[in-house]
C-alpha cells in the first residue's frame, strides 16, 4: 500500500497497527514528519541507509545529503534518528549503513562521526561497526589512492537489554570424521598433539598433568557421542592466553595459572557470523531508476537476529523498497518512507509478488 498524504498516512497506519495480516505500507513524503505519525515504542527494528554526504542528487528532489557542511549533514541525520530513536521499542535495533565521501581529496570519516554523535549526543549504544566487503567496486581512476570497496553498517540499540536471536544466522557447524580409527573433528583436532604436550610438559605438576589429562579424555568422549562438535585446548607454556595474558583481567589466564590449562568448546548451534560480510551490491542485477540500492542480502542477517517472527521493520529512507522487501520475505511486517514517490512507486511493484503468510 502507497499514500502520499499524511492526512491519508495516518489512517493508513491505523489500519496497519490494528490488522496484523497488512504486511506493509509505504508512506511518501519527508522523514522526519511521516516519522512522527508513528507512536512511540512501536517499532522492532529500523533498516535504513541514508543519502550519502554530497554523492548523489535523489530523484531531484533537494532531501539528506545536499548540506553545504560535514557538521550540518550529521545534525540533519541526528534530528531523524531522535526520531528513530523514540519510535524505537526499548528491545529494539537500529542498524545503519553508511557510505563516507571525500572533500578536496581528504576521506571525511562520515560514518564514524555520525556513529560518535549518536553515543554522545543521543545516548545509543554502538554494539557492532560491521564492514560490509563489496567484493567489487566502481571504477576507480585515481592514481594517488585505493579503491574503495567497503562501507559501514553500525548496529546501535537504546538499552543493554534488547531483542537478539542468534538461531537463524549462526554457521551449521561441519561434522566429525572417523580417521585411523580417531574421531576427528571438523577443523582437525583429535586430542594426540594435546596428549603429547602434556605428557611432555615441564611447565605442569604431575597433578596438572593428571588433571588436563582426564578432562581431555572426557572433552573427547563428549565429541566421540556428539555432544560437542568441536573444542580447542589451551594449555600452560604451550598455547597462547586468549584475551589477556593477566590474570587480574582475564579469568582465562587465571584459571590457566590456577589449574595449568583450560577447555575451549565450541558452541553446538554453529559459530556466529563475524562483522565483516562479503555481499555483492545489488546494482549488478537491479535494473530500475534507483542511484544506490543496497542489496537485499545486507537486510537478511540485521532483520533475523533483531526483529521476532512477525515484529515490525521500519526504513524511513526505504527508496525502492529492499529492507520492506527483505523483512516480508522474512514473515515480518514492513513500514517504508521515503520521499520520492517514483521509488515507492517501484517498491509496491517489487512487493507486489511477495505476499508469505504472516506468523
Known amino acids: 500500500m502507497l499514500v502520499s498524504s499524511l492526512e491519508e498516512a495516518q489512517l493508513l497506519l491505523q489500519q496497519f497497527w490494528q490488522d496484523r495480516t497488512l504486511p506493509y505500507i509505504f508512506v511518501e513524503g519527508e522523514a522526519i514528519s511521516c516519522l512522527s505519525l508513528l507512536a512511540s515504542n512501536s517499532v522492532d527494528t529500523v533498516m535504513t541507509s541514508p543519502p550519502y554526504w554530497q554523492k548523489r542528487e535523489y530523484a531531484n528532489h533537494r532531501s539528506i545529503g545536499s548540506e553545504p557542511t560535514i557538521q550540518a549533514y550529521v545534525d540533519s541525520l541526528l534530528q531523524v534518528f531522535a526520531e528513530i530513536r523514540r519510535v524505537l521499542k526499548p528491545t529494539g535495533s537500529f542498524w545503519l549503513n553508511l557510505g563516507d565521501s571525500y572533500k578536496d581529496k ?37 592514481e594517488d589512492k585505493l579503491r574503495n ?71 573427547l568422549d563428549k565429541v566421540a557421542s556428539g555432544e560437542l562438535f568441536d573444542f580447542r585446548m589451551i594449555i600452560r607454556g604451550q598455547q597462547r592466553t586468549t584475551h589477556s595474558r593477566s590474570p587480574k583481567v582475564s579469568g ?10 583450560y577447555i575451549l568448546p565450541y558452541d553446538n548451534r554453529g559459530s556466529k557470523p563475524g562483522d565483516v560480510w562479503e555481499i555483492i551490491p545489488e546494482d549488478q542485477w537491479r535494473t530500475d531508476s534507483h542511484d544506490a540500492p543496497f ?65
Open 252 to 261: 582465562r589466564a587465571a584459571e590457566l595459572e590456577k589449574r595449568g590449562f
Open 149 to 219: 570497496v567497503h562501507e559501514l553498517v553500525f548496529h546501535l540499540v537504546k538499552q543493554k537489554e534488547y531483542y537478539y536471536d542468534t538461531t537463524q544466522v549462526r554457521n551449521k557447524p561441519k561434522s566429525t570424521a572417523v580417521r585411523n580409527g580417531t574421531i576427528v573433528t571438523a577443523t582437525g583436532v583429535s586430542g594426540v598433539n594435546y596428549r603429547r604436550q602434556i605428557q611432555r610438559s615441564t611447565a605442569l605438576t604431575e597433578e596438572e598433568k593428571s588433571n588436563a589429562l582426564r578432562a581431555l579424555d572426557l572433552t
Open 106 to 142: 581528504n576521506l571525511c570519516g562520515i560514518p564514524w562521526r555520525v556513529a560518535i554523535a549518536l553515543q554522545d549526543r543521543q545516548g545509543w549504544i554502538l554494539r557492532n561497526a560491521v564492514v560490509w566487503s563489496k567484493l567489487k567496486g566502481a571504477p576507480d581512476n585515481s
Open 295 to 359: 542489496p537485499e542480502e545486507l537486510c537478511t542477517i540485521p532483520i533475523q537476529l533483531t526483529c521476532p517472527p512477525g515484529g515490525i521493520v521500519l526504513d524511513p529512507f526505504a527508496g525502492t523498497g529492499t529492507a520492506v522487501l527483505a523483512a516480508v520475505k522474512l514473515r515480518r511486517r514492513g513500514i517504508g518512507i521515503d520521499i520520492a514517490r517514483e521509488y515507492l512507486e517501484i517498491a509496491s511493484s517489487r512487493l507486489a509478488n511477495c505476499q508469505p503468510q504472516l506468523l
